[in-house]
């Protein structure tokens, strides 16, 4: 079935916040774009009627980009719903009904993890798993032993190919970019090793804090959020192998081979931060030791990758909303002209998020009888971050059988085996006021390698 085309949308928790926030713009740009054409169904416990529905799925694309009349008609024409209990096998009764010739249906799970044996063991009973194909959203899993448990469930009804964990990460073009821009140039991969590159870093910022999410971020931390899936897949990205062949796999191989070649965490390469506030953020518990930044330094034992650090930031409540990787190349063994040049001057940076950009660091002379130079940094590019939001382009592509941009059960498994060791409260979480960089100690892990590239935002000097 990989290459066949499925023949009906169905979507578990069309009520839900996922739904209203990505889904149902998503499926108005496959309309308007692609052309899509096929049955919708929605499944939710609401009590709601297929009006109510699409009274829903109207505010959400008013909310979430605009609502184009000719595509939003076609939507409406294509919605059904199926109102009842995920635990009732005859709510999936139903859905085989509504279903009806389609044998080839998508089932995407916007529901909580817990749901899924179920929902999965009622597809499978009452006919609707047969040629299927499902999607399932992070977290794949709290730990290496529960990712693998998930797994085996997924697999008693479901074959590997036809299973598309979805980290909407992956959809974004940026995040593509990266990819395209190492492999596509001849003039990076040369250099992209040991013998060259000084250190990697990545953060991801945001300005905000949890805001409405205190009880949801309160069970995952900074952590499980975005390190363990998001940032790992750019580590794999940056320093990945070439992909050999054209096969759709080749991609993900390769990004399997680097993440098993990562080496697990250990408390003493991890520092975990609190902004100040946090605990007072309705649903979070009173005395919470959750961490909302994390500072994490990796090692890849590779002969490409030896002795080269990857350091890695996220967090809330920091100065700016801004996702990049700095790749800080070695300076040459001597200064030719006897300077002191600082450590970062010779870098590219890579911005994902809010724009697509690629700067690369270099030293010019300052004009003058001396021979002195300054650092300086060279936009090679900039774009808007995202020409096809990711839920769109992860949705065609799950419709198609398109696996490359969906994670697999190993790659998976490779990221759950470096973060497992340190999962939980195995190291203390330090406070830190809201607009810093995070607690003192980050600048101490990162140490002799650092100091940290802070993102700039337009306007401002590097």
């Given amino acids: 079935m990989t290459n066949s085309h ?44 297929l009006d109510q529905l699409k009274d829903r799925a109207k505010a959400s694309l008013e909310a979430h980009g605009g609502v184009d009349p000719e595509a939003f008609a076609k939507l409406t024409e294509l919605l059904r719903y199926v109102d009842g209990d995920y635990h009732d096998s005859n709510t999936f009764a139903q859905l085989r009904r509504e279903l009806g010739e389609a044998q080839r249906p998508l089932h995407y799970l916007a529901i909580p993890p817990s ?16 040629n299927a194909r499902i999607v ?43 990819l395209y821009t190492r492999f596509a140039n001849p003039i990076f991969e040369p250099i992209w090793n040991r013998d060259h590159i000084r250190s990697v870093q990545i953060t991801m910022a945001e300005q905000f804090g949890v805001e409405d999410r205190g009880k949801f971020y309160d069970e995952v931390g900074a952590l499980l ?6 940032m790992l897949q750019v580590v794999s990205i940056l320093t990945m192998d070439p992909p050999s062949g054209e096969e759709c796999d080749a991609t993900r191989d390769r990004k399997a081979e680097l993440l098993r070649a990562v080496r697990p965490l250990t408390p003493d390469s991890v520092v975990r931060g609190q902004y100040e506030g946090y605990r007072k953020v309705p649903g979070v518990a009173p005395g919470s030791s959750v961490e909302t930044f994390v500072a994490i330094r990796l090692h890849i034992d590779s002969w490409r990758w030896a002795g080269v650090p990857i350091f890695i930031r996220a967090g809330k409540m920091l100065p700016v909303t801004c ?52 650092d300086v940094e060279l936009d090679l590019h900039t774009q808007a971050a995202d020409a096809m939001p990711p839920y769109e382009r992860l949705l065609g592509d799950a419709g198609k059988g398109n696996v490359e941009l969906f994670s ?30 995070g607690p003192e100690e980050a600048r101490e892990l990162i140490g002799a390698d650092g100091p940290w590239t802070d993102p700039v935002m337009e306007g401002e000097n590097r």
């Fill in 323 to 374: 996702t990049e990787a700095t790749v800080e190349f070695k300076r040459p063994p001597r200064e030719t002209f006897g300077e002191i040049v600082p450590s970062g001057s010779a870098h590219m940076c890579i911005r994902v998020n809010p724009d697509f950009s690629i700067g690369l660091g270099v030293r010019i002379k300052i004009p003058g009888e001396r021979m002195a130079g300054r």
């Fill in 408 to 437: 697999r059960q190993d790659i998976v498994e490779a990221q759950w085996r470096i973060v497992d060791p340190v999962v939980g409260n195995v190291t203390p979480v330090y406070t830190y006021k809201p607009g810093t960089w």
């Fill in 115 to 130: 749901l899924f044996a179920t929902v999965a063991e009622n597809l499978a009973q009452s006919g609707c798993a047969a």
């Fill in 225 to 230: 959020d975005v390190v363990q899936n998001h």
């Fill in 136 to 178: 399932v959203e992070k977290p794949f899993g709290r730990d290496l032993e529960s990712a693998r448990e998930l797994s085996r469930t997924l697999h008693r009804f479901f074959p590997e190919e036809n299973i598309f964990r979805i980290d909407h990460y992956l959809g974004k073009e940026p995040v593509q970019n990266i």
């Fill in 6 to 49: 499925s023949d009906a949308l169905v979507f578990l928790g069309a009520t839900g916040d996922l739904a209203y926030k990505q889904i149902f713009p998503a499926l108005q740009g496959l309309i308007r774009d692609e052309g899509f054409n096929l049955p919708i169904i929605g499944v939710a416990k609401a009590g709601w009627t």
